[in-house]
């Protein structure tokens, strides 16, 4: 496979990924839109609950949505930086990670910046928080997951050679 090809497979699921965040930062994915799904949802599931708790379910769903995103963008980010080391079991390269929480960290504030034309949502640096620290938990996850399979294949190596 060409060198070309190899990158548009690399930076494809990114550049996707970027377009749906994009999308979710229209009108159509606004509280008044989003909540005429996700208030009957929970009505149905808390059946008992008040408006309140179902304002704040919603709430904690949006909030929690904004994390996962981003937790998505920065592994996405990871790959493309050449984040293979996990399939090696080679150590952790941190300012990889850095480079990959920072697309993330500068693509959710720009995403909150295109968030202040739209007339039915507002920019919040509350979500760039959330935003940013979605892709810090997802990256550490990703090294944690890393450390533990170097781990193992460090004692199953151990194990083969008689130590």
Not at 59 to 86: C, N, Q, T
Request: hydrophobic fraction near 55%.
């Amino acid at each position: 496979m060409s060198k070309d090809r190899e990158a548009l497979l690399r930076w494809l699921p990114l550049l996707a990924w970027m377009t749906v965040v994009f999308l979710f930062s229209s009108d159509s994915f606004s509280v008044p839109r989003t909540s005429r799904f996700l208030g009957p949802f929970f009505g149905w599931l808390l059946p008992n609950a008040q408006p309140e708790t179902i304002a704040t379910c919603i709430f904690a769903i949006r909030k929690l949505a904004h994390a996962l995103e981003y937790a998505v963008l920065a592994l996405l980010a990871w790959r493309v930086l050449g984040g293979s080391d996990i399939d090696g079991f080679r150590p952790w390269i941190w300012n990889r990670a850095a480079r990959a929480w920072l697309i993330a960290a500068v693509y959710a504030a720009s995403d909150e910046w295109h968030q202040s034309f739209v007339p039915s949502r507002g920019a919040a640096v509350v979500d760039v928080l959330i935003d940013a620290t979605g892709a810090a938990v997802a990256l550490a996850f990703l090294a944690l997951v890393a450390r533990m399979l170097r781990l193992r294949a460090e004692r199953k190596s151990n194990a083969g050679s008689g130590n």
